[in-house]
């Protein structure tokens, strides 16, 4: 027997406190009310997909599935579990670690809690870097006929190196990250889409992961997902990002501290007329730029839109040496 605490919706038994028979658990139709209901009093504006995608999750079926079958009655234990997972939902717990899992790049992605979830705005850094590497031959000098080396610092779970491992198959890709929750994180979705053996993961503090993997002026595209959060608005996110660990999101007093140390140090990692690739939030282009300009080792930066328009992804070429 289990316990529902649902309010009552539809005459479905989801607001008794008294055990449920398992003849007399709810259909389909009526957790999907009562939990759209139970989840718009919480304020989640997706209520209603968040709700389908649960229901799925617990009946091992699609959410097309789900709602094709109003009919279909839980089990006892389905039931028990669904409504675990929505009193989860309901104290604003991100649906990806409810489920396990977050599309990124139209790849599945393994995503837990403790690690930052994949967001749609960091495939730009994927789009930059694809449009960069496939583009025409440059100039001299001309390009190694080596395989690119690419470098993802704060991989996370791995989704742009992933992604960037299944478009660019020549490509040797090195994914660092100081989280060993993430990492193994990173190596399961690397192990799940068949490109384990072409990312080699490291752990450590951005370069201090590299350990003499990546030689001096040998890496061709670092791309980076920092931290970029300034400390003193991390309170004011909406509840489901305050679940994901501050770390990953903590950049410091103006949200550029880890952009700076990446700055300062790919000199000596990014060979000449290689691309630096830097997630930034919406208001920091110009920041950023600012940064990248006294070094004297880049050429004027570009900035890539997210699909929403905002500045995304600053985008640097290592200076040619003549």
Known sequence: MIRAYLPRV???????????????????EDCLGSGTLLLERAGIETARLDVECLLADVLASTRWQVILEPRRRLTQAEFGRYLALLERRERREPLAYLLGTREFWSLPLAVSSGVLIPRPETETLVEASLAILRRAPPQPPAP???????????TGTGAVAV?????????????????????RMARTNAERHGVADRVTFLRGDLWRALDGHAPANGVDLVVSNPPYIPSGTLATLMPEVQWEPRRALDGGRDGLQFHREI????????????????????????????????????????????LAGRDRVVVARRTILH
């Open 163 to 183: 992604a960037l491992a299944r478009e660019l198959p020549a490509a040797r890709i090195i994914a660092t990250d100081i989280s060993r929750r993430a990492l």
């Open 144 to 154: 190694s006929p080596q395989p690119p080396v690419i470098l993802d610092l704060c």
């Open 263 to 306: 700055i300062a140090t790919v000199p000596q990692h990014l060979r000449p007329g290689g691309f630096l690739l830097l997630e930034i939030g919406a208001d920091q282009a110009a920041a950023v730029a600012g940064l990248l300009a006294p070094t004297g080792a880049f050429e004027g930066p570009r900035v890539f839109q997210d």
């Open 10 to 28: 539809s005459g479905t038994f989801l607001g008794s406190l008294a055990p449920l028979p398992e003849r007399l658990c709810p259909n389909v």
